[in-house]
Structure formats: C-alpha cells, structure tokens
C-alpha cells in the first residue's frame, strides 16, 4: 500500500497568515493526489485535484503543487471559515489512502 | 444536479452484519463517470478508504477489511450497498458514500477524486 505522510498534523495560525502543509508519499503517485478539507460534523468537501487544479467553486486562495512523493497545499491568506481538518489522498493505486490529517486551529 | 444518501441501523451488535445502502438521485447510477465508494471515520479519528464499485460490478477493497467486506450495486435501484461482517467495537464510526468522480476517452484519463458525498450515517458496534 502506499503511505501518505501529513506534517504538521496540527497547525496553529491566525486569520491572515500563510500557511502550508506537506503531504509525502511512500512512492512515486505521479499528480493523482487530491485534497479535501472536513469541517466537525460534516463530509470532507474535494479542495484540489491532481495536485494542483483548483475544484469548481474553492477559493483561489487555496493553491496546490508537487508530483512524484512530495505535494504541498497552501493557503494563502486564512479566513476563519478554513480553520478545519486537510486530508490529501492518493488516486494512483488501489487501495485509496489518505494521510493521517492535518488540523488547522486558530492562534 | 448528483445527490447521495446514506442508510441503514445506526446499532449494529458484536459478531454481526453490518449493512448501508447509499441511494443516488440527480443521474443514473450506471450513466455516470464514477467509482462509487465507501469510506469510514472512527470517532476522532482520520478518514479511512473501505472500497469501490464500478458500475460494471467490479470491486476493489481495503486490503485490512477484505476478508469481511462486500460492496454491491443495484442499477435498477440506483443504489450501491455495503455490508461487514463479523463487527466489533473498531468498527463504529460514521459511514460515508462517496463518488469518484473520472473521465476517460481514447486517449485521456482524469481522476478528479470524490466530489460527491453522502452526509456520513454513524453506526456504533454495541451490545
């Protein structure tokens, strides 16, 4: 199976700030990683797919990149409403896996 | 516009069959470009993949809940189908379905990853 590494896997930061978190995968998934974010209560909403395209509708503050192992998302400018839980998934190979998570709380 | 929801008993007792049913409305459940999907999440925890269907009945699982599980489809009904035997208290968590949303031509192929889920159904192992 393939892993997926989320750091940090918690992040404190404030409205306003820029903030990044890694996802690394365990081998090569070329761009099929896709990112979700999951509010408390609520189904994970699809954020980007093949590493980088922006989903229908997600705020282009959201940004993706990276291929091969490493993969990065990036928020550019937090607003309150993104303070959730990041999970990246791997589309390469059954089975699916997701990294461990990545909780976003407000500074 | 493509819609699912989940069902099934929200109480299920050690040693038995767990059982959901996700039913898909907004398009035919045969017409579309997805994979149709489960995925768990224990409580507090991280989002677990349980396993797909295609369409044509073909099947791929989580390998830690192969030997347990069972995913169908009922095109006639516009649903897939879930079922886990022999649960234990590991088991409760909330349920979701999802679809997998791809695209493939003669010479291009895009996964788009699951942009259409389910609300999530908890369902707790307990006797």
Redesign the interface.
């Known amino acids: 199976?393939i892993q997926l590494t989320q750091s940090p896997s918690f992040l404190s930061a404030s409205v306003g700030d820029r903030v990044t978190i890694t996802c690394r995968a365990s081998q090569g998934i070329s761009s099929?990683l896709?990112w979700?974010q999951?509010k408390p209560g609520?189904?994970?909403?699809?954020l980007i797919?093949?590493a980088s395209t922006l989903?229908s509708g997600v705020p282009s503050r959201f940004s993706g990149s990276g291929s091969g192992t490493e993969f990065t998302l990036t928020i550019s400018s937090l607003q309150p409403e993104d303070f959730a839980t990041y999970?990246c998934?791997q589309?390469h190979t059954?089975?699916?896996?997701?990294?461990?998570?990545t909780k976003l709380e407000i500074k | 516009q493509l819609q699912l929801q989940e069902s099934g008993p929200g109480l299920v007792k050690p040693s038995e069959t767990l059982s959901l049913t996700c039913t898909v409305s907004g398009d035919s459940i045969s017409n579309t470009f997805y994979y149709w999907?489960w995925i768990r999440q224990p409580p507090g925890k991280?989002?677990?993949?349980i396993?797909?269907i295609y369409h044509s009945g073909s099947t791929?699982?989580?390998?830690s809940l192969k030997s347990r599980v069972t995913i169908s489809i009922d095109t006639s009904k516009n649903q897939f189908s879930l079922k886990l035997s022999s649960v234990t208290a590991a088991d409760t968590a909330v349920y979701?379905c999802?679809g997998?949303h791809y695209y493939r031509s003669k010479n291009y192929y895009?996964?788009?990853?699951?942009?259409v889920?389910?609300?999530?159904t908890t369902v707790t192992v307990s006797s």
Request: proline share 6%; hydrophobic share 20%.
């Open positions: 199976d099929y896709v979700y999951q609520k189904a994970p909403n699809l797919y093949g989903q999970y998934q589309l059954y089975p699916r896996t997701f990294g461990q998570g | 999907g991280g989002l677990e993949w396993g797909n791929y699982y989580n390998p979701y999802g997998e895009q996964i788009y990853g699951m942009d889920w389910g609300q999530g």
